[in-house]
C-alpha cells in the first residue's frame, strides 16, 4: 500500500482500474455459476431421511464372525490386537473343552472387546486376522452422547446364531471390561 501512494497518480489509477476490473470478472462468474447451478438437479441429499449407499470397501463398525455351523472364528491369536496402533481392543483368550467347544482351534476368545471412540477405522485389524474373524462392516451409524457406550463387548460384536440354542453361550463373554467400563447391550 505504501508503495502504491509513492506512485504517480496515472500509475495508481491503472492498478485500482486493474483490481476493480478483476473484481467484476470473479463476481460475474460467481453468479453465472449460481445461476447455472439453479436450473439443474441439487446434489445435496435430506439425511437422515434419504441415505447414499455406502461403498463396499467402507469400513464401518466392527463384527466378530462365526462358521457356517455357529462357531466363533475367532481364536484369541491377538494378532489383531497387537496390530491396531489405536491399541483399542482388548481380548483375553481361553481353551475350548469337551462340555465347551466355541471356536474350532484350541482357543476361543473368552473377553473381546474394542474402544470404538479410540478407533481410526484403518482396517489392520481385520487384514491381519487368519480366519477372517473381525470385520468392518458397513454400519457407519452408531454415534452416541455417552464415551461408555462406545465400549463395544464380545457380546455386541458377535453376529448372532441363525437359530438359538445351537450352541452353548459363553457364560462370561464380555461380561468384563478392561477399562472398568460396562459397555450397554447393543440396540
Ligand atoms: S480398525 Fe484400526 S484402529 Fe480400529 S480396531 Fe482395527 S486396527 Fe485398531
Ligand atoms: S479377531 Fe482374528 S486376529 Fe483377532 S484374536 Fe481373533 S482370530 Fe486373532
Not at 61 to 66: I, Q
Not at 84 to 96: F, M, R, T, V
Amino acid at each position: 500500500m505504501a508503495d502504491l501512494l509513492k506512485c504517480p497518480l496515472a500509475e495508481r489509477e491503472r492498478v485500482v482500474g486493474k483490481g476493480r476490473a478483476q473484481v467484476i470478472i470473479e463476481l460475474t462468474k460467481g453468479f453465472w455459476l449460481t445461476l447455472r447451478r439453479l436450473f439443474s438437479a441439487p446434489i445435496t441429499i435430506q439425511y437422515p431421511e434419504e441415505k447414499r449407499p455406502s461403498v463396499p470397501r467402507a469400513r464401518g463398525l466392527h463384527r466378530l464372525e462365526r462358521h457356517e455351523n455357529g462357531l466363533e472364528r475367532c481364536i484369541g491369536c491377538g494378532l489383531c490386537a497387537a496390530v491396531c496402533p489405536a491399541q483399542c481392543i482388548y481380548l483375553e483368550a481361553a481353551e475350548n473343552t469337551e462340555e465347551a467347544r466355541y471356536s474350532p482351534g484350541e482357543r476361543y476368545c473368552r473377553i473381546y472387546e474394542i474402544n470404538e471412540f479410540r478407533c481410526i477405522f484403518c482396517g489392520y485389524c481385520e487384514e491381519v486376522c487368519p480366519v477372517d474373524a473381525i470385520i468392518l462392516g458397513p454400519q457407519m451409524e452408531f454415534s452416541k452422547g455417552n464415551p461408555k457406550d462406545f465400549i463395544y463387548n464380545k457380546e455386541r460384536l458377535l453376529v448372532p446364531l441363525k437359530s438359538k440354542g445351537e450352541l452353548p453361550a459363553s457364560k462370561d463373554a464380555g461380561s468384563r471390561s478392561s477399562s472398568g467400563l460396562v459397555a450397554s447391550p447393543m440396540s
